[in-house]
């Protein structure tokens, strides 16, 4: 299926798309064209300033036919949430050097597919190279709503990991206080204008050379398993930010594996559980 416009007045191509085509942002058009499914008279343009004169006619393929799937797994959708299994390697949000290969840009994109008055709002976020669970709002009171009350509301946080060496203890705890500086590294410091960080866990296997770990945030604050492993000196294997000296996966070894939050608009508990990838547990077979 396709859609079909006709051109009224003198116009160039992407101007034309992104004034007919209300659901879709500017870089998907882009990718529309990239991906040859724009068609002026019957002939497919790929190039944005293609110029177009009143009576030709755009046809676009399968746009707003049926809803576009993001690349990574919707573990629960409603009204009100999204949960996905977010892939290592994948930005939770835009940065200056990255706009469109992000969950909250392909997200939108799959929500405006179905609604063009849809949206998708940030609640938390993971690290680029963490991969697992990821919540984001459908709507805005429920964003400063979890947002507001995240602490209250998160039941539950759980993290696989894999990091070098091994902890002093099969089971513990660790707490400080969390600094940032000028070049965006956290690290553990005194309590004066610090945020307190918690975090648990428990070694789940082990070898030589690695450690398997549970872990179970307290509190959540940013790179605070990464810190706080390097505070073991036990680092995240392939984090070399955080002083990790190896990087068997290719990755950073960390997997957000439980989440269980009580939500604000119904007082229902959800929970979500993934395994973390099979390549953690290869390593200690």
């Not at 798309?17 to 040859?36: D, F, G, T």
């Not at 992000?102 to 963490?130: E, G, N």
């Not at 950073?252 to 993934?274: C, M, N, Q, W, Y």
Request: glycine share 6%.
């Amino acid at each position: 299926m396709t859609k079909q416009f006709t051109v009224l007045e003198e116009d160039t191509l992407l101007p034309f798309l992104l004034s007919h085509v209300k659901n879709l942002s500017r870089n998907s058009i882009k990718s529309l064209l990239s991906k040859k499914q724009v068609s002026v008279n019957g002939k497919v343009i790929t190039k944005f300033d293609h110029p177009l004169v009143p009576g030709q006619r755009v046809e676009i393929a399968a746009v707003g036919t049926t809803s576009v799937k993001p690349p990574f797994p919707i573990l629960f959708e409603d009204d009100s949430l999204l949960v996905i299994d977010k892939p290592a390697g994948l930005l939770s949000i835009a940065t200056e050097g990255e706009k469109v290969k992000t969950a909250y840009h392909q997200l939108t994109d799959y929500v405006k597919s179905k609604d063009p008055k849809a949206r998708i709002f940030v609640v938390h976020r993971l690290d680029r190279d963490t991969s697992g669970l990821l919540l984001f709002a459908k709507r805005e009171d429920v964003k400063r709503s979890l947002q507001e009350h995240w602490d209250d509301i998160v039941e539950r946080r759980g993290y696989v990991a894999v990091v070098e060496g091994k902890p002093p203890q099969n089971l513990g705890t660790i707490q400080s206080y969390l600094h940032e500086n000028k070049e965006h590294i956290v690290y553990s410091g005194g309590m004066q204008g610090g945020k307190k960080a918690v975090t648990n866990y428990e070694v789940l296997n082990e070898n030589p050379t690695y450690s398997l770990l549970q872990i179970d945030l307290d509190t959540g604050r940013k790179n605070q398993i990464r810190v706080h492993m390097k505070d073991l000196s036990c680092p995240v294997a392939g984090d070399k930010k955080y002083g990790a000296r190896t990087n068997p996966l290719g990755r950073l070894a960390l997997h957000a594996s439980e989440l269980r939050i009580r939500r604000p608009d119904t007082g229902e508990t959800l929970s979500f559980k993934v395994p973390a990838p099979r390549t953690f547990q290869r390593l200690f077979l």
